[in-house]
């Protein structure tokens, strides 16, 4: 089966810096695009950053300057590395892929992580 697993949450100040991982395991054709959600209090799931198989990738303007998304494909690996972190980006951030698999759908298929939370005190 394919799994995502996220790590690198947990409590900072604001100001500070967190590098959350996903690493995706399991039978595997192909991955498209990687990226990264994330779910705040009381408020909807929102696109964080995206990043193509290509290394093209695209960041929500509110992250902007200081979110990265970067990608391993060789590891199956995406990463983000979040600075000047603020007390709005707390939440819930969860990996998310769209991945091939042997007998699986031809396009691909969206996958998800459990997610990891990230909490930025001021």
């Known amino acids: 089966q394919v799994q995502l697993v996220e790590s690198g949450g947990g409590l900072v100040q604001a100001g500070g810096s967190l590098r959350l991982s996903c690493s995706v395991s399991g039978r595997i054709l192909s991955i498209n695009y990687m990226g990264w959600y994330r779910q705040a209090p009381g408020k909807q799931s929102e696109v964080v950053p995206v990043i193509s198989s290509g290394g093209r990738a695209n960041v929500a303007d509110s992250v902007k300057g200081r979110f990265t998304i970067s990608r391993d494909n060789a590891k199956n690996t995406v990463y983000l590395q979040m600075n000047a972190l603020k007390p709005e980006d707390t939440g819930v951030y969860y990996c998310?892929?769209?991945?091939?698999?042997?007998?699986?759908?031809?396009?691909?298929?969206?996958?998800w992580g459990k997610g990891t939370l990230v909490t930025v005190s001021s």
């Open positions: 998310n892929a769209d991945i091939r698999t042997p007998g699986g759908l031809l396009y691909g298929m969206t996958y």
